[in-house]
């Protein structure tokens, strides 16, 4: 009798194909080029950090600018809130209304670059320097009126110059802004017809009819009486709150800064001396910025 053969082993499983080996391992994620930044990542010692983190509307980087042998800014780094009111403060000369000329670009830094809501300020055309003016309002120290216009046409300067709305809406407009600023009835009034203080707020109603979001004021309160001075900074945050602007104010009144400062900047030979918060300031160990800011005879600063 013949023995039956033994039944065949299994066959093996098939092979499964050839499998791409991915060139990179799966645990490291594939590296992105990340937007250029406009702003430096290191904060300068000068700058809080709670300021520094916030939404910036104004960049400056290491700006530098001098005048001949005569060096006015000396390395400026800060970030300037958006939406909040900022002051510029320190002795004369520092650079304060330096400063705010380079944010509008009537002067180009020597070294270093300004960024105004992303747009390198330094490298813009001539057009499109006069697109970013026509957002930023500016209240110079002396109102800067045109002193063969009257008020009216003063204030209604910008509206004509820059858009081709009709003389019955630029009036509407103007009419607006000058009761905002306490000027009803006054329009007709020629600039030597205007005290002081009515001059800058003249000044305040033209730099407000273009509805700009950043506001510049360049020593706003010189030369006006402690009442006036208090009225005009509260119709500074007033009007900052009202149309939610970025305000920055060059300023030497320590009390009148008290009054409306959410952030405040020192300037001192060049530099950033300090900036942050309005309490920052106040309890400050910089022997400068608190001479500076409690008007007090001992520190560094003198009369040379």
């Known amino acids: 009798m013949s023995r039956s053969a033994p039944p065949a082993p299994p066959l093996p499983p098939a092979m499964p194909g050839p499998v791409a080996v991915p060139t990179q391992p799966a645990s490291r994620p594939q590296l992105q080029m990340a937007p250029r930044a406009t702003h430096i990542d290191r904060r300068p010692d000068s700058q809080s950090e709670s300021t520094w983190d916030k939404d910036a509307v104004i960049e400056l980087l290491d700006?530098?600018?001098?005048?001949?042998?005569l060096r006015v800014l000396d390395g400026v780094t800060c970030r300037i809130p958006r939406g909040e009111i900022t002051v510029l403060m320190g002795p004369s000369g520092t650079g304060k209304s330096v400063l705010?000329?380079?944010i509008v670009g009537l002067?180009?830094?020597?070294?270093g670059d300004i960024f105004v809501d992303q747009r390198d300020v330094p490298k813009l055309n001539e057009r499109d320097l006069l697109a970013l003016r026509r957002g930023i309002g500016m209240l110079f120290q002396d109102g800067a009126l045109f002193?063969?216009?009257n008020l009216f046409d003063n204030v209604a300067f910008p509206l004509r110059q820059h858009t081709s709305k009709g003389e019955g809406e630029v009036r509407e407009i103007v009419m607006e802004h000058l009761v905002e600023v306490g000027l009803a009835g006054a329009e007709k009034r020629m600039p030597n017809e205007l005290s002081g203080g009515m001059r800058k707020r003249a000044g305040f109603a033209r730099a407000l009819v273009m509805e700009p979001s950043i506001l510049l004021f360049d020593e706003p309160d010189s030369g006006l009486d402690p009442v006036r001075t208090t009225l005009l900074c509260d119709l500074i945050r007033e009007i900052s709150k009202?149309?939610?602007a970025t305000s920055i104010v060059v300023s030497h009144d320590v009390g009148a800064v008290r009054r409306f400062a959410d952030n405040i900047g020192i300037l001192y030979k060049g530099?950033?001396?300090q900036f942050?918060?309005?309490h920052e300031v106040e309890l400050s160990q910089d022997e400068f910025v608190h001479q500076f800011f409690n008007a007090s005879s001992e520190g560094p600063l003198g009369m040379d």
């Open 63 to 69: 700006v530098h600018k001098a005048f001949g042998a």
């Open 100 to 102: 705010l000329r380079h």
């Open 107 to 111: 002067l180009p830094p020597d070294a």
């Open 147 to 149: 002193s063969s216009m």
């Open 242 to 244: 009202k149309y939610n």
């Open 271 to 273: 530099k950033m001396r």
């Open 276 to 278: 942050g918060t309005q």
